[in-house]
């Protein structure tokens, strides 16, 4: 029997504004809109020697590069908005090889200098607009061209160059053409864009080393941006003005022409007003150092704030990170520093917090003394993500180490002062000091087995895992004791991501004689689900109607496409919104890294010197047998998939 019950808010929420109830997206909802004030804040059947190339060659690569950067030299200080307050510091001694001023940049030529020869503008006399010339088609992008389904032609356009005193925001994507870029990033910035959420004056400049051309970039993303279905009003249109606002340069990421290039077309289309910029770093490991270096010394602006979003991985282990935290933290200040796991995007981990620190019947239950076990499973029926850099990293590196481990600090910590990020990650990094490093005997990894009929990217070298079950301890007052069971697989059966959390028994519990051995009746249990379908299940006993006592195991049901009519907003929309906001506290910092690596560390080495033995199973199937057996060494039962 299932009972729901439905959590209506005493003010009825208006239709379909209401694209995502977070803590963090309160404070910039709509004015009309209901809401509290918050303060806002391989098995491997090739050969060892290519293996450790690829492994540990692309780790040696990085410490190297490391290495050889000239040492800290951060430049100037940051002024309230996160910006470097001296650009002419940061710019080099050389004055002559600085960067384009507006004025200069409005007396050039842009026709070789921006777009590769390809497109051409002209400024008007007043400097308020800019006329685009569609470019000649250009061999370089043939190929690109025809990869593109359903090419959306937008016209030739004018735009208008920010004139009119209010601050504007440039968002540059470093690894353009890249398929993240594509599939998740631009997507995002328009789905930002149509729901208002971009400033007016907010700009896109995609950059990479691809010969393209503005239009070349517009084209190649027309194909990936889609509207909600509940949000399709002038969806055409807005797409267009989208497209219009989106630019393309070409560079390289080591040089200072590239960047200085990038400077200079973003400062024409900022003006004089204030100008703030964000930086999102689309590109493999091997490329960072080179970008981080340069786009620090010369394409942030003194105008505004400058933040930067560095994808995952976070180096390879605790040393190779520290080098890359602190090569980072000589370029920039942690608080521009926005490390981004997208899983983290999800509205379940934001409800964490909501739930528990916005009621008051779980946060007095979140301790030891009432919660047995929780177990935070996160398992993918696709093995897409194989044939990316997740060979050589596996699956502890790329979501125990980030994914895994900010959700159960997120879930622990102790309440932060307030919604300010830097108070939640003061209390995560509390929590991630505090859990044990993980021992070997307490860990379970697997890697799916491909078979002759797979593709040839699903082969993995033996030392990469695609499941990792551990129990892992957190060593503080109000955890001591308590099995966080985590569970993470690729190529399982289901698509499944879940926190559950399972209380003690009733004690002296006066129907004991009813419950027999059904330990479903023994145990409530919290469920906060994120797939398959959103939802937050609470396992109660309740009365069956009838004559006599019959005790029925019940779920109190808020399942959220019943309740809510709208579709959850794109993890990186999210994300990438909280980045415009500067509110960081889904972004892991520097300390939050390392305590991260410190407790995945004996782990990480037992793998790279290969003394653990990965347990095969089938793609498709529940995973290894090892993690039944793990979970039962804890006395905790498997909730079946
Ligand atoms: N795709 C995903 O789902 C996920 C991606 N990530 C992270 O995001 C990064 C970007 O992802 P994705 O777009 O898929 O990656 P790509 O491999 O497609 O790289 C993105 C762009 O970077 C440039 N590039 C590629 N290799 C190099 C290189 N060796 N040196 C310099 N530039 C290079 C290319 O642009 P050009 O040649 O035009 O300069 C390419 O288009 C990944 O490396 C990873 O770190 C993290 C999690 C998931
Ligand atoms: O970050 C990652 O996420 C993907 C899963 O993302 P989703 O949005 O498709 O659920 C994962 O496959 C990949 O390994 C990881 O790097």
Redesign the pocket.
């Known amino acids: 029997m299932s009972m729901s019950f439905s959590l209506r808010s005493e003010s009825s929420i208006p239709g379909p504004i209401v694209s995502r109830p977070t803590l963090s997206s309160l404070s910039r909802v709509p004015k009309n809109f209901p809401a509290c004030n918050f303060h806002r804040h391989h098995i491997i059947y090739g050969d060892a020697t290519s293996l450790c190339k690829r492994f540990c060659g692309l780790k040696l690569w990085i410490l190297q590069r490391l290495n050889l950067q000239p040492g800290p030299a951060k430049i100037g200080t940051v002024n309230k908005f996160g910006g470097i307050k001296n650009k002419e510091k940061y710019r080099g001694a050389d004055p002559s090889q600085s960067a384009l001023t507006p004025k200069e940049a409005s007396t050039l030529k842009l026709h070789d200098d921006f777009t590769g020869g390809a497109a051409q503008y002209s400024l008007q006399p007043k400097g308020t607009y800019l006329q685009y010339v569609q470019p000649p088609p250009d061999e370089s992008v043939a190929g690109l061209a025809k990869s593109i389904s359903s090419p959306r032609q937008v016209p030739s356009c004018t735009f208008s160059v920010n004139g009119d005193g209010k601050s504007s925001l440039c968002i540059a994507v470093i ?7 594509k ?2 990033i631009f997507p995002a910035l328009f789905a930002l864009y149509y729901s208002g959420f971009l400033p007016e004056n907010a700009y896109i400049v995609g950059y ?3 010969n393209l051309t503005d239009e070349d970039l517009r084209l190649m993303i027309s194909s990936t941006l889609t509207c909600r279905i509940d949000h399709q009003q002038n969806c055409a249109e807005k797409m267009e003005s989208f497209l219009r606002k989106t630019f393309y340069l070409y560079g390289g ?1 080591d040089n200072k022409e590239g960047m200085s290039k990038l400077d200079a077309r973003m400062e024409l289309l900022e003006g004089k007003s204030e100008a703030n910029r964000i930086f999102y770093l ?6 960072l150092v080179d970008v981080t270096s340069t786009l620090a010394h010369y394409a942030q602006t003194q105008k505004g704030w400058n933040r930067v979003i560095i ?3 976070f180096g390879f282990d605790a040393p190779s990170s520290n080098q890359l935290s602190q090569f980072l933290l000589s370029k920039f200040e942690e608080n521009q520093i926005y490390r981004i796991d ?1 899983l983290l995007g999800r509205n379940l981990i934001e409800n964490l917090t909501v739930l528990r620190f916005s009621n008051l019947v779980f946060e007095p239950l979140w301790s030891r003394k009432y919660i047995r076990h929780v177990q935070v499973i996160l398992s993918e029926d696709s093995v897409e ?1 194989a044939g ?2 997740f060979e050589g990293y596996g699956i502890v590196r790329d979501i125990v180490h980030s994914h895994i481990l900010q959700t159960i600090a997120l879930f622990a910590m102790e309440p932060p002062v307030s919604l300010d990020g830097e108070d939640i990650r003061n209390e995560k990094v509390k929590v991630l000091r505090s859990i044990r490093s993980l021992e070997p005997n307490d860990v379970i990894l697997g890697q799916y087995k491909a078979t002759s009929g797979n593709n040839a990217d699903l082969y993995l070298n033996d030392l990469t895992p695609t499941f990792f079950a551990a129990a892992l301890f957190i060593d503080n007052s109000r955890w001591d004791g308590v099995p966080f069971m985590v569970r993470t697989g690729m190529g399982m059966i289901k698509h499944r991501v879940e926190i559950r959390i399972q209380f003690h028994n009733v004690a002296g519990n006066i129907y004991r004689e009813c419950l027999g051995h059904n330990v479903d009746l023994a145990t409530n249990e919290l469920i906060l689900r994120d797939l398959p379908d959103e939802a937050i299940l609470l396992k109660v006993n309740n009365k069956m109607p009838g004559l006599g006592l019959h005790l029925d195991a019940s779920e109190l049901n808020l399942l959220y496409k019943d309740k809510y009519n709208a579709e959850v907003p794109d993890s990186y929309e999210h994300l990438l919104l909280d980045v415009v906001d500067g509110d960081n506290h889904l972004f892991m910092r520097s300390d939050e890294l390392a305590a991260a690596w410190n407790i995945l560390n004996p782990v990480l080495q037992e793998i790279d010197n290969n003394n653990i033995e990965l347990e095969v199973y089938e793609l498709g199937g529940r995973g290894p047998t090892g993690a039944y057996y793990l979970w039962a060494k804890h006395g905790v039962w498997w909730a079946d998939d």
């Open positions: 690894g353009a053409t890249g398929e993240l870029a599939r998740k990479s080393r691809k990421y689309s590109v493999p490991q091997e490329a994808e995952k991985p997208h993500a990316k850099y």
